[in-house]
């Protein structure tokens, strides 16, 4: 079956500026998560939608904002972006009939912050 | 705040030698897994383990959880060039969707 796709692969923004990245989650998967990864900090959770809602929240600020469709595909959003946003961000699907929460990673988009 | 260290953080050695990295917290997880991700991609899932104490084997790669359920450990038999990638060991806990991540492991296995 078809893993997790995140689109697009890589972007590059300017400060002040703002994106959305996008995830689609495997098929039959309910549970999105993001993720952001830097060399610095590593991976830290962003937040987590299951049935359209945001069950959990990271320590980002309000900036980083998400939502999630009645199919399960879910959107990350980043306004007023900042150099140090740049990072690889990291979606993850679970089935969570699963109880012990398997995660399957899609591949990341690069954002680039000039 | 749960924070998860991991030892050590760059890792190089010849192929065939055996190695192990160390997952250690102060806090207590439900369940704690380990991923092996490579430059460009994501974190692949390798294993969960949920009882305190619990030991798997996945072929020449055996992870351990400790009987408090804080740490873990990766051992390594026999590394091939195929091992080489960053390791990383994420704690949950049952109730909360998130994974808290560890700082990593960045292997490279010499030929």
New interface residues.
């Given amino acids: 079956k078809a893993g997790v796709t995140q689109t697009p692969r890589y972007l590059i923004k300017t400060r002040g500026q703002q994106v959305t990245l996008s995830c689609s989650p495997i098929s039959g998967h309910r549970s999105v998560s993001w993720y952001q990864q830097t060399p610095g900090q590593g991976l830290q959770f962003l937040f987590e939608y299951f049935s359209e809602t945001q069950r959990n929240k990271g320590n980002f600020p309000g900036r980083f904002s998400g939502r999630q469709f009645s199919n399960s595909r879910s959107e990350m959003n980043v306004s007023t972006l900042e150099l140090g946003d740049s990072a690889l961000y990291l979606c993850a699907s679970s089935p969570l009939a699963d109880s012990t929460r398997s995660y399957t990673f899609g591949s990341g988009t690069r954002l680039t912050v000039v | 705040t749960q924070l998860l260290e991991q030892s050590p953080q760059f890792l190089s050695i010849q192929e065939g030698e055996n190695l192990t990295v160390y997952c250690n917290s102060s806090s207590v997880f439900s ?1 704690l ?1 380990w ?1 092996r991700q490579e430059p ?6 390798l294993v ?1 383990v ?1 009882t305190g104490g619990e030991v798997k084997k996945l072929k020449r790669l055996t992870f351990q959880f400790g009987d408090a359920r804080k740490d873990s450990s990766l051992h390594i038999t026999a590394a091939q060039p195929g091992d080489t990638g960053l390791y ?1 060991c ?1 704690g ?1 806990n049952f109730g ?9 492991t960045r292997l490279t296995i010499i030929p």
């Fill in positions: 369940s897994q991923y460009g991609e994501g974190p692949v899932l969960t949920v990383l994420a949950a909360n969707e998130k994974l808290t991540f560890g700082t990593g």
